[in-house]
């Protein structure tokens, strides 16, 4: 397209299912804008006219919404075969981009950005407006990390009978990010925007949704009848004030979840001051390369590296610590990064670990006992991954299964090396000729080990 209406086509922006997003000059007032286009009839009749129906919702309640981390709407237009909707151009980018757990933002501006957002969620709701589909495709991130709230094409208007609204369609909006109410098809307010935009939260902190299923019908039963595992469960650097935080945001009980933006923006504010800065994202980096270069984790994809160094904490430990012992019971296991370890039994040393050797992976792979059976000390300063196994087990299919053939196969290698001593100890093997004698004389009840 050449033009649309009064303006002039630069280029196109974005395609999705319904709708061509293109960046316009408008000429009346020197400036570039986001012009959006529906054309109708392409599908069946019935959804031509819901899109229509949606498309006029969106110009006539976006244009009563002014907030400066709202999107501004200039104009709408609705034809015969198609419509188009003139709204302010974000030159940035959208939260969606930042949903993987290894692009996710710094925990400051991830909590910076939900902050703005609450305040605006704040205001459309003061004047009599829900969004009912606030997820991070429909979040766009200007300079200075400023939030544009877009796509207000489901939006409910409180202000009308809700018998008689004919812009009130059960069912719309994005599964992953509905409130359990939502997806109930109860009566909705305010706290149904904030509900979405604590699961946005979550998913920015942590690289994954609260609530995940093979299945809509298991993950709509999971929204509605389980808790969200705690984000620091996901990802230990973060501060502890966040977990009450985002758990408010998701109560499934209306009467405790939110009344509304204000009071979500000032609990956020409480926890500012355990909010770190962009030094982090320099860290995270040189994190992520010191794991590269470890032969451990030579297999593991980087979106894999990125997830676990979500889930771990790094700890630096002086020489002649023993952060191991024998007898405790603990689930956390660690790989390590720089040092040298030794591992112990009753007082006697059984071996020397250096970088890139997992320590207290047995009780993590054990299927019932998470008992510790051996002490392991640090000979010098030692740096090592501590990692949680309730933190893996909430993480992706993918890095479970990686993280368990790593520590499998460095197990496997260690029981050959013992084998191998074990065998230069012992007495000289029975010599055969093949024949059954061997079954014959085999220990009934299983392995009979040769005195030394």
């Not at 209306?254 to 860290?283: C, M, P, T, W």
């Not at 087990?393 to 260690?414: F, W």
């Amino acid at each position: 397209m050449e033009q649309i209406g009064k303006y002039r086509v630069v280029r196109e922006l974005g395609k999705g299912a319904t709708a061509t997003v293109y960046l316009c000059d408008d000429p009346d007032n020197d400036r570039q804008v986001a012009v959006k286009v529906i054309r109708f009839g392409q599908d069946s009749a019935a959804m031509s006219r819901r899109m229509r129906k949606l498309f006029q919702n969106e110009g006539m309640v976006s244009k009563r919404l002014h907030h400066p981390n709202i999107v501004e709407v200039y104009e709408t237009a609705v034809e015969e075969d198609f419509a188009y909707l003139a709204m302010e151009y974000v030159n940035g980018f959208s939260l969606e981009q930042h949903c993987r757990i290894d692009k996710l933002l710094p925990m400051h501006r991830v909590i910076g950005i939900i902050f703005k957002c609450c305040m605006a969620l704040d205001s459309a709701y003061r004047q009599g407006i829900i969004h009912r589909d606030i997820k991070p495709a429909n979040i766009m991130i200007a300079a200075n990390d400023e939030p544009k709230i877009a796509d207000f094409g489901l939006a409910l208007n409180l202000n009308k009978d809700l018998d008689r609204d004919s812009t009130f369609i059960m069912g719309v909006g994005s599964p992953a990010y509905m409130s359990p109410e939502q997806i109930k098809g109860y009566p909705l307010n305010q706290k149904t925007d904030l509900y979405s935009l604590g699961v946005v939260m979550f998913q920015l902190l942590t690289g994954r949704l609260p609530f995940r299923a093979n299945n809509q019908a298991t993950l709509v039963y999971r929204i509605i009848n389980t808790d969200a595992p705690a984000v620091t469960a996901l990802n230990p650097n973060l501060p502890e004030g966040l977990n009450p935080v985002v758990r408010k945001a998701l109560e499934k009980d209306l009467y405790n979840r939110y009344r509304n933006g204000a009071e979500f923006a000032k609990d956020l504010s409480a926890v500012r001051y355990q909010i770190v800065g962009d030094d982090e994202v320099e860290k995270d980096t040189r994190h992520f390369e010191t794991l590269r270069r470890l032969d451990f984790f030579v297999e593991f994809e980087n979106v894999e590296l990125w997830e676990i160094l979500r889930v771990s904490v790094w700890r630096e430990v002086s020489a002649n610590v023993a952060i191991i012992r024998e007898g405790e019971n603990s689930d956390t296991f660690g790989i390590v990064i720089s040092g040298c370890v030794e591992v112990s039994i009753a007082g006697k040393a059984l071996c020397r670990l250096g970088a890139g050797e997992p320590i207290g992976e047995v009780t993590y792979l054990h299927p019932k006992s998470d008992l510790r059976h051996a002490t392991v000390t640090t000979l010098e300063p030692t740096l090592f991954l501590e990692v949680n196994a309730s933190a893996i087990s909430l993480a992706s299919e993918e890095l479970v299964g990686r993280m368990r053939d790593a520590l499998l196969t460095k197990m496997i290698k260690r029981l050959r090396e013992v084998n191998q001593i074990a065998a230069a100890q012992g007495q000289p093997a029975v010599q055969t000729d093949g024949s059954s004698a061997y079954s014959k004389s085999r220990p009934v009840g299983g392995l009979e080990l040769t005195p030394m």
